[in-house]
């Protein structure tokens, strides 16, 4: 909002930070789920019907909530954290990374459990800082764009909404996943 591009970058730091945070948040219980080898499936079956779930929820209540209004723009990291968590951002990752860390149905209990524990962890982490880099990148040219070329008057006089699309990417996600599971 000071218009300098050291703001910028500080800026989309922190948004990512926030981002982090909540693929963390949502990644590492489910990692700690996958502990219970023998209901991977189930598990996958239920998260993939959570994405849809909230997707088709997203659809019908168009609100944004009213806590997120009240977070003052010098806590960006904060903001980020709480808007990827309301949007369901880290919950449209666990289908598929629960889908990447598939054990082999052959494996008998115990070793499906250590195989588990020791890659799953690693897995979340990268889906996490994958995801979070993506949006970084992307985000960021987008930001660099507006600030560089249209200004931030831009931003207020053509503000578009997308939450639509992010509910229905959530359903589709979801969709597929859960498709994949069965």
């Keep these: 909002m000071d218009r300098t591009p050291r703001s910028l970058i500080k800026a989309v730091g922190a948004l990512a930070a926030g981002h982090l945070l909540a ?18 499936r189930e598990i996958q079956i239920t998260a993939a019907c959570l994405v849809i779930g909230l997707g088709v929820w997203l659809v019908f209540n168009r609100r944004h909530p ?39 149905d052959t494996d008998a209990g115990h070793a499906a459990a250590q195989a ?9 982490v990268g889906v996490a800082l994958i995801h979070t880099l993506a949006m970084t ?3 960021g040219l987008i930001a660099f764009g507006v600030y560089r070329w249209f200004g931030l008057k831009f931003l207020s006089r ?22 994949v599971a069965v």
Excluded: E, K
Aim: proline share 4%; hydrophobic share 65%; net charge positive.
């Design 66 to 104: 009213r806590f997120l209004a009240r977070v003052p723009p010098s806590r960006l990291a904060l903001w980020s954290f709480l808007a990827a968590m309301a949007h369901g951002a880290g919950l449209m990752l666990v289908p598929i990374y629960l889908g990447i860390c598939q054990t082999v």
């Design 137 to 139: 990148l992307s985000g």
């Design 23 to 40: 693929m963390g948040a949502i990644l590492f219980p489910f990692t700690a789920l996958m502990f219970v080898a023998q209901w991977q």
């Design 158 to 179: 053509s503000w578009f909404n997308l939450d639509l699309v992010w509910a229905t990417s959530l359903i589709l996600v979801g969709a597929i996943s859960l498709l």
């Design 116 to 124: 588990l524990m020791s890659a799953n962890a690693g897995i979340a």
